[in-house]
T-cell receptor, first 113, second 116 residues
Framework: GAGVSQSPSNKVTEKGKDVELRCDPISGHTALYWYRQSLGQGLEFLIYFQGNSAPDKSGLPSDRFSAERTGGSVSTLTIQRTQQEDSAVYLC???????????FGPGTRLTVL | DQQVKQNSPSLSVQEGRISILNCDYTNSMFDYFLWYKKYPAEGPTFLISISSIKDKNEDGRFTVFLNKSAKHLSLHIVPSQPGDSAVYFCAASSSISSGSARQLTFGSGTQLTVLP
């Protein structure tokens, strides 16, 4: 079956511009996570959605970052007024409710010039 | 402060030999541990996991060992194959976290290279 998909695969933007990253989770997975991986670093948790519950935003690094999940499926991560330190690979994962094992998408490589 | 640490950024082993990847953690509330493998331009893929109630879990060529008193886990791959060359991430989770979110805390990864 289809795995987690993300788009775009690569995004180059200028400092100060807004970007939107999209994630399509595995069908039937109610939990959706966003992580980012900066160069040479591990994956950093950003935000988590579970069903209709309020998202866990504890990992978002600043108020320039926001995410939404429409209809309990597709999610969009928005970064406003991008900065060079936002350059990273942004990874989305999904899982069956409360399952620890998460399935990752291929990621979006964001480069802020 | 890194709660999950992989102190070796890289490891090279000969094909057929054993690969041992190490991971240390500081948070005693972690009760579930996972290893993920990542190829370039792909997302991490789940490899093997272990609950804190166990000290060993085996799946084919992959075995994970957990030493809770030392807050240390390791992944053994034997025999190593060239196709195992990838970045390996250790991850940990706690059942006690805000909003019941099972977020994973990852180490920085170890690049394994298996030489033919």
């Amino acid at each position: 079956g289809a795995g987690v998909s993300q788009s775009p695969s690569n995004k180059v933007t200028e400092k100060g511009k807004d970007v939107e990253l999209r994630c399509d989770p595995i069908s039937g997975h109610t939990a959706l996570y966003w992580y980012r991986q900066s160069l040479g670093q591990g994956l950093e948790f950003l935000i988590y959605f579970q069903g209709n519950s309020a998202p866990d935003k504890s990992g978002l690094p600043s108020d320039r970052f926001s995410a939404e999940r429409t209809g309990g499926s597709v999610s969009t991560l928005t970064i406003q007024r991008t900065q060079q330190e936002d350059s990273a690979v942004y990874l989305c994962a999904s899982s069956v409710r409360l399952a620890v094992e998460q399935f990752f998408g291929p990621g979006t490589r964001l480069t802020v010039l | 402060d890194q709660q999950v640490k992989q102190n070796s950024p890289s490891l090279s082993v000969q094909e057929g030999r054993i690969s041992i990847l190490n991971c240390d953690y500081t948070n005693s509330m972690f009760d579930y541990f996972l290893w993920y493998k990542k190829y370039p331009a792909e997302g991490p893929t789940f490899l093997i996991s272990i609950s804190s109630i166990k000290d060993k879990n085996e799946d084919g060529r992959f075995t994970v060992f957990l030493n809770k008193s030392a807050k240390h886990l390791s992944l053994h791959i034997v025999p190593s194959q060239p196709g195992d060359s990838a970045v390996y991430f250790c991850a940990a989770s706690s059942s006690i976290s805000s909003g019941s979110a099972r977020q994973l805390t990852f180490g920085s990864g170890t690049q394994l290279t298996v030489l033919p």
